[in-house]
């Protein structure tokens, strides 16, 4: 009944150590040192520092299942196991800065580009090396105690600290976003975010701590106020929070917010979100294909450069030469509305083209060859064959810019309408194919494709259908990454696009709409916003699947609809029953004795 | 019983896997509204006989014919929707789905909604997706009040093994057959589960006028649904008739308790 020997909260303290270790390695503690998040005490840096060792304690502090049964960690034990755990994350990671000192910086740095001087003395506090560590080590041990203690204080005390915490550091990080949407809202900005630091300042910070822990208090006692009222008035006229009037007010709300939002936020961001409904709409086409129909296609970028290419080369775009500018070999001078229908049915004829060879493939041999024919996207473009046609790798430009009656969407401000607009349209018509017969047959196909065959599925037919269908909704992300981008080189067309948009479509949950814009907003916004981990953004995107892998399978947005409805479910299960078990009373009766035949003949099978 | 009006008629039909004959010649007349019991020892060809009546084989030599006409080299898919729908011994049941989903699967190839009508939800369309659950839904309540009601929004997978049976039969009711084969329908299912389904394969011919052949192991339910028993054995059919006379086959007793040793 001890739980975990001591010397597994040892080994999960080094194995923390090893974190803290790779982060400094990979430059992720000494390269953000003066990205202020709150005044000039809570850096970046430190906040990586602290994290791990808080991490683990709150870790090590989980309730363990023993023999079915479910233990909390008592208290004054989760704090002994998340110091012990602490400290030697602290004596680990110290130790390392130490050998690294003793060793020679430079001669670390030759293969460890991000070890400085700088770097351990940031680790150490500036003291002696070996001093240094013993600081950490001390510090380490009381943030892992912390984080014991934290994961075992009551719920009501957790919850809104969290939420604070959280609330703060997003504030923080959000300094370049934030700022400016007040600039634009003509709000004073100074009480917030310091302009000497960059980060929120301690009052601003204290001020919305308050409002975190309020918000999340309230959200509590709403939330436990509709409990009350669903456990006593049944299913029926238990609508909480207002009902249909308080909701219908919200989706207003949140539609003004949608369309405000370029406005409010200001150019930066909105090139970003731009770039988040690129990558959504191709989410959403790969969806079908990956999600519904379950093919795993890796060359999905085919589609994102024949949506991109045929638009510019339909709106007359021409073609990049080292002397200047040259017309298509085969070029139109159509408007861009008009030329979207034609881009679609021609990414929907590539979807049937790519789809017919690949037919009889599955899983990871047709997830090989599709990423074979990803890799030829930038080969043909680049190729002489197609040069005439696409300027090689110089590209084209003066693709349109989409203009409605003179209005223009290049500025990513306007790009943002066209965009939301398109995604908008791609979110209508995913989710009613996925509700019609073609959707249960994609699904039935994904869950086995030889019974889907036996229960009147036309396998082949609706395998192409997914390509082209997937293939028309990604090119229509093609499409509007001309227009927002107005030019095109091969370098834009890179095998790394489809995994990207994989990541966001597995990151959001397979086959979940809301999934695919979240997948989106965190994949491709987040980096965007955060301009300062560009470099880390495959290191994130690693992380992030990884993680999504172990933890939650089934993406960060998964099927809600049923989650929501398993209370209701629930109580329908109660009615059903009481009202089937007199039915259940006269089958009893009727099969009660099986009357034992003699088993004719001499036949005994 | 006795319309003369042949459903699903075999002809000489053989299939063999790398010299080993599953199904050696095999001939089987079915005529409609019949119950015909296939029985045999483990590996006489009976789930073979299935394969490859419903597509998922084609056969070496022979014939399969629906109602007089040839089925030999169409697709599975296709063959569904000229009326065969069949269970398996193993239940293969798309187990994410929902139970009233798994049904409406069945009503795929009695619809038509294609791409732009899924997209535009035409009057049409809404109306053809009405008629698919409400027929699903009959299918399903055909085995009583087991798979309807809050279970319909339930997935497969929570089903028991008896239940998974019958949305599997369900799932080919939703078909709208006019020949069902059932393999095994009541493997695995306790007595009273087992004497339940004899009932509901008689209700399938008798209430919904189904062609319907079984292959079942159980001699009560055999004894209790059959019209015609056929007994097979390496892939021939050994002995056919009712079941008082396939029961007291010689070779049939033989195939089942073995053979004398040859001295």
């Known amino acids: 009944m001890t739980g975990q020997p001591m010397s597994s909260w040892i080994r999960a303290g080094l194995a923390a150590a090893a974190t803290s270790i790779f982060l400094a390695a990979v430059g992720l503690i000494e390269r953000f040192r003066d990205l202020n998040l709150v005044g000039e005490e809570v850096t970046f840096a430190g906040l990586v520092m602290a994290v791990v060792p808080f991490g683990v304690g709150y870790v090590l502090a989980r309730p363990r299942i023993e023999r079915g049964e479910r233990r909390e960690v008592p208290l004054p034990r989760a704090a002994l196991v998340g110091a012990v755990a602490g400290i030697a994350a602290g004596l680990g990671f110290g130790a390392a800065a130490v050998a690294v000192d003793a060793f020679g910086v430079d001669r670390v740095r030759a293969v ?20 240094g560590a013993g600081v950490l080590a001390v510090m380490s041990g009381a943030l892992g105690a912390l984080g014991g203690a934290y994961r075992r204080s009551p719920e009501r005390w957790r919850r809104p600290l969290g ?40 009052p601003g910070a204290a001020l919305a701590a308050v409002v975190a822990v309020l918000a999340s208090v309230v959200k509590a006692r709403l939330a436990e106020r509709w409990r009350d009222l669903a456990d006593r008035g049944g299913s029926e006229g238990a609508e909480p929070f207002g009902g249909l009037r308080l909701r219908t007010a919200l989706f207003v709300a949140g539609l003004i917010g949608v369309a405000a939002l370029p406005q409010v936020v200001g150019s ?32 999905y970028v085919f589609f994102f450069a024949t949506g991109a290419y045929t638009l510019a080369l339909l709106t007359g775009a021409t073609l990049n030469t080292f002397t200047g500018q040259a017309e298509p070999a085969l070029s139109a001078e159509l408007g861009f509305y008009l030329a979207i229908p034609i881009v679609i049915a021609l990414a929907a004829a590539t979807g049937l083209l790519i789809g017919a060879p690949v037919l009889r493939l599955r899983g990871d041999y047709l997830a090989l060859v599709t990423l074979g024919l990803g890799e030829m996207v930038t080969v043909l473009v680049k190729s002489p064959w197609l040069t005439p046609l696409v300027g090689g790798p110089n590209g084209m430009r003066n693709v349109t810019d989409a203009a409605l009656f003179g209005f223009g969407f290049r500025s990513p401000q306007h790009f943002y309408y066209l965009g939301l607009a398109f995604v908008l349209l791609a979110l209508v018509v995913s989710h009613r194919l996925a509700a ?15 019974i889907a065959d036996a229960m009147g599925v036309n396998v082949v037919r609706y395998k192409l259908l997914a390509f082209a269908m997937g293939g028309a909704i990604g090119s229509l992300g093609g499409a509007l990454f001309a227009v927002k981008i107005g030019s095109l080189t091969p370098a834009s067309f890179e095998v790394i696009v489809s995994i990207q948009v994989l990541g966001l479509v597995i990151l959001g949950g397979l086959g979940s709409l809301p999934g695919v814009v979240v997948g989106a907003l965190v994949l491709v916004g987040l980096p965007g916003l955060l301009r300062e981990f560009e470099e880390y953004r495959f290191l994130a995107y690693g992380a992030a699947l990884v993680g ?53 003949g001499e036949l005994r099978p | 019983m006795s319309e003369d009006r042949i459903a699903l008629e075999v002809v000489g039909l053989t299939k063999t896997f790398g010299g080993l004959a599953a199904l050696n010649g095999l001939d089987l007349r079915v005529r409609e509204r019949e119950i015909v019991s296939v029985i045999g020892p483990n590996g006489a060809g009976k789930s073979t006989l299935f394969n490859v009546i419903t597509g ?10 629906l109602a007089g006409r040839s089925i030999v080299g169409l697709k599975p898919h296709q063959i569904v929707r000229l009326g065969i729908a069949r269970t398996f011994q193993s239940v293969k049941l798309f187990p994410n789905m929902t139970i009233l989903e798994n049904a409406m699967v069945g009503q795929h190839c009695r619809s038509r909604a294609g791409v732009l009508g899924a997209i535009v939800r035409t009057p049409a369309v809404r109306r053809e997706e009405a008629r698919i659950r409400e027929r699903a839904r009959a299918a399903l309540a055909f085995f009583g009040p087991r798979l309807v009601g809050y279970r319909e929004e339930q997935p497969a997978f929570v089903l028991s093994y008896a239940n998974r049976r019958r949305l599997e039969m369900a799932r080919a009711l939703a078909t709208e057959p006019s020949v069902l084969l059932l393999d095994e329908p009541t493997a695995g299912m306790n007595p009273r589960e087992t004497l339940e389904m004899r009932d509901n394969i008689v209700r399938m011919r008798d209430e919904l006028g ?53 001295g």
């Not at chain 1, 959280?166 to 100074?190: S, T």
């Not at chain 1, 979100?273 to 060359?299: Q, S």
């Not at chain 2, 998922?56 to 014919?65: A, H, I, N, Q, T």
């Not at chain 2, 097979?232 to 029961?247: F, H, M, Q």
């Open chain 1, 548 to 600: 999504i892998m172990a933890l939650r399978p089934q993406g960060l947005v998964p099927n809600v609809r049923r989650m929501r409805e398993l209370r209701e479910e629930e109580r329908a299960q109660d009615a059903w029953a009481r009202a089937s078990i007199a039915q259940e009373r006269e089958d009893e009766e009727e099969y009660e004795e099986p009357p034992v035949e003699p088993a004719g």
């Open chain 2, 56 to 65: 998922l084989y084609e056969p070496d030599e022979g014939d399969v014919r």
């Open chain 1, 268 to 299: 930066v961001v909105s090139e970003v979100l731009g770039t988040v409904m690129v990558f959504a709409l191709l989410g959403l086409g790969l969806n079908i294909v990956v999600g519904y129909a379950g093919l795993l296609d890796l060359g």
């Open chain 1, 112 to 131: 460890f580009l991000n070890v400085t001087e700088g770097l351990i003395e940031l680790v150490t506090f500036g003291l002696p090396p070996v001093a």
């Open chain 2, 210 to 262: 189904l062609t319907v052949l079984v292959i079942e192991h159980d001699m009560r339910v055999v004894k209790g649904v059959s019209d015609r028993v056929v007994a097979c054995d390496y892939g021939r059919k050994i002995a056919e008739g009712s079941y008082e006379e396939v029961a007291h086959d010689e070779q049939v007793i033989e195939a089942y308790l073995g053979r004398r040793a040859v």
């Open chain 1, 436 to 450: 019609s017969r073609i959707g249960r047959a994609w699904t039935a196909m994904r869950e086995d494709e030889q």
């Open chain 1, 163 to 202: 939420t604070a915490v959280v609330a703060v550091l997003v504030l923080g990080f959000l300094q370049r976003i934030v700022p400016i949407a007040l600039d634009q809202l003509n709000l004073e900005r100074d009480w917030l975010y310091s302009r000497r630091t960059g980060g929120l300042t301690w």
